[in-house]
């Protein structure tokens, strides 16, 4: 290998492995548990794996087809990873739908089962011809709903008619940077003039540095999550957060929509007529909290109201009564609100 190629096969290996470092950052030590945050760690986990696989598989085309196999496999979720992750920030939803979930459930039993009955290594056809056409297929799908998601940030960025904000742009330039990513690696399936893998793994390192100079300069990285920036902080006036309150209070308390496990931000915003943004702004600058903390104070309320009427009900199945998922979501959620553990509330509560 010559000089340059040391070169290159150094600085494309470096951004796959800054990747993954990148990865646990977001998932592990930001400071605001954003949804957003676990789905860019998982998109760059995804990324580094099919990068890694690209960048190992040029230099050194002998290595076992099973690379290959690892790297189609994660390139399979590079597509779902971007939308969830650019659709939880524009929607600001923090808690993973059901939907989402299965989707994701859906396409990893799909893959698994592919990769176990019929191995790259033994089915080199199937996969170079027919799989791999069939996951950029997916991603392409995927890369298209993303776009319009963020379309309004893209409108902002391209047409310059309206400045767009930090978030804003950091937000596009990810998505941008993967779209090219994709087109790089498409170009080179097509067998284009020019088009190689490795090329695309250099994109991908030019991506990640942008973002790694985003993080170091700027002084507060979880901004970047929030992409209403224009109305973080503000509160609404008085007379419409006075109309906001009395319609959230009707939804929640007498269509108990608190019940719904799968009730996102837009969800409540569409039934009380207002905007997303206009009810996230309410519930953090009015309320001081967010939308699953607001969320939670009706469900552990209901939750109380049952435990202290009825002890034959199991604390688990009150849990999943009053719109919670899981056991242990409720028991922590319970915890925080009312300072003491389901079951000692409910021993107190016998005594009284």
């Not at 986990?45 to 598989?57: H, Q």
């Not at 992750?85 to 039993?109: G, Q």
């Not at 799989?131 to 379309?151: K, P, T």
């Not at 939670?296 to 199991?314: P, S, V």
């Amino acid at each position: 290998m010559d000089a340059g190629k040391e070169l290159l096969f150094f600085f494309s290996a470096l951004g796959a492995f800054n990747g993954l470092i990148l990865g646990v950052y977001f998932f592990f030590f930001t400071k605001k548990k954003y949804l957003t945050n676990y789905f860019l760690g998982a998109l760059l986990f995804a990324l580094s794996i099919r990068i890694g696989k690209s960048v190992f598989v040029y230099f050194h085309p002998e290595l076992p087809k099973l690379y290959l196999q690892l790297g189609l496999t994660a390139c399979f979720f590079i597509g779902p990873f971007l939308y969830y992750f650019l659709k939880s920030a524009v929607e600001e939803i923090n808690v993973m739908p059901k939907s989402w979930k299965l989707m994701l459930t859906f396409w990893a039993t799909i893959i698994v089962i592919a990769g176990i009955l019929y191995p790259y290594q033994e089915y080199p056809k199937l996969w170079g011809c027919y799989l791999v056409r069939i996951i950029y297929f997916q991603w392409f799908v995927y890369i298209f709903f993303s776009g319009i998601a963020i379309r309004r940030v893209l409108k902002k960025i391209f047409t310059k008619k309206e400045k767009a904000t930090p978030a804003e742009m950091w937000f596009g330039m990810l998505y941008i940077g993967i779209f090219l990513l994709f087109l790089c690696y498409f170009l080179a399936i097509m067998g284009a003039s020019g088009a190689t893998y490795i090329s695309g793994a250099v994109v991908f390192s030019f991506i990640l540095y942008l973002v790694i100079s985003i993080l170091l300069y700027r002084k507060k990285t979880e901004d970047l999550f929030l992409l209403n920036q224009k109305n973080f902080g503000k509160k609404i006036d008085v007379a419409e957060a006075g109309i906001i309150s009395e319609k959230l209070e009707n939804a929640m308390n007498k269509k108990e929509l608190y019940k719904n496990p799968n009730l996102t931000l837009q969800d409540l915003a569409q039934e009380i007529n207002i905007s997303s943004h206009q009810l996230s702004q309410f519930l953090n600058n009015n309320l001081g909290k967010n939308f699953t903390s607001f969320v939670n104070e009706f469900r552990i309320n209901e939750a109380c109201r049952i435990i202290a009427l009825n002890d034959k009900l199991t604390l688990e199945s009150v849990g999943y009564d009053v719109g919670f998922n899981s056991k242990s979501t409720f028991f922590a959620a319970f915890k925080k609100h009312t300072g003491t553990t389901p079951l000692n509330y409910q021993i107190q509560a016998l005594q009284s």
